[in-house]
């Protein structure tokens, strides 16, 4: 009864850190190739996490410092182009690494048999050889913002997930670190696990059976060995 029909992760801040020394890198050493002066400290970055999606994030950034909405959508584009193209030489490079105790758990789940998906509002040019380096072929399904026509809190992602596997929605769960994730999720209608991180544990993440501080929280480790 209790016993989950599968797992489905989110990508970034959840099965990776892949936020302040990865995606904010990127899109810096975008600004600096392109000659613009624009620059994202840690702090600045946080705040703008609100805001899904890499080229969403650049337009709002953009017309924030005064752009107008056609220079801001068409530099949004082609920064995001770069800054996709340098996240996978991060992770080429081996900068992108999992969070710790994510491993465990997914050998746990295999070992249970648990399918294992991502819904993810990243990129699917980079999403796909994180994937592939960091994990190998765990994931059976892999829905990126790519595939979607809307990103997170919009339900679109895992939606989709739940439409390509046939899991009910009831018996899945999301494993997710945000407040967008989170709510993305729920309208799915899955239930969730979060697991906040340095820049998410102020978020709501009252949507969430459980709050954990990281994949080695006890209280983690049972709700799933209950589960599986
Ligand atoms: C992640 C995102 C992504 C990444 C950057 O949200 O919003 O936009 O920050 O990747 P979530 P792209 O973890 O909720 O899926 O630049 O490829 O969009
Ligand atoms: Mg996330």
């Avoid at 892949?18 to 705040?47: C, K, M, Q």
């Avoid at 819904?119 to 059976?140: I, K, S």
Wanted: aromatic share 6%; hydrophobic share 40%; proline share 6%.
């Amino acid at each position: 009864m209790n016993r989950l029909a599968a797992v489905v992760f989110d990508v970034d801040g959840t099965l990776v850190d892949s936020e302040r020394d990865g995606h904010r890198v990127a899109f810096n050493a975008a600004f600096e190739e392109a000659g613009l002066p624009d620059r994202w400290d840690i702090p600045t970055y946080g705040r703008l996490l609100r805001i899904t999606g890499g080229a969403r994030r650049l337009a709002s950034w953009f017309g924030s410092v005064g752009r107008s909405p056609d220079e801001a959508e068409r530099l949004a584009k082609r920064l995001h182009g770069r800054k996709t193209a340098i996240m996978r030489e991060l992770i080429e490079a081996g900068k992108i690494e999992a969070r710790p105790g994510v491993h465990r758990l997914l050998d746990q789940l295999d070992a249970g048999g648990v399918p294992m998906h991502v819904a993810t509002t990243g990129t699917r040019a980079w999403v796909e050889p994180l994937l592939d380096r960091v994990f190998g072929p765990r994931f059976q399904v892999v829905v990126t913002g790519t595939d979607v026509p809307d990103l997170k809190p919009s339900p679109a992602a895992y939606l989709e997930v739940l439409r390509r596997t046939g899991c009910p929605a009831d018996r899945s769960v999301a494993v997710e670190d945000s407040q967008n994730g989170v709510r993305a999720a729920v309208a799915a209608g899955l239930r969730v696990v979060a697991v906040h991180n340095d820049y998410t544990h102020d978020d709501d993440l009252s949507g969430a059976e459980l709050i954990a501080a990281g994949f080695e929280d006890p209280p983690l480790s049972a709700w799933f060995q209950q589960r599986v």
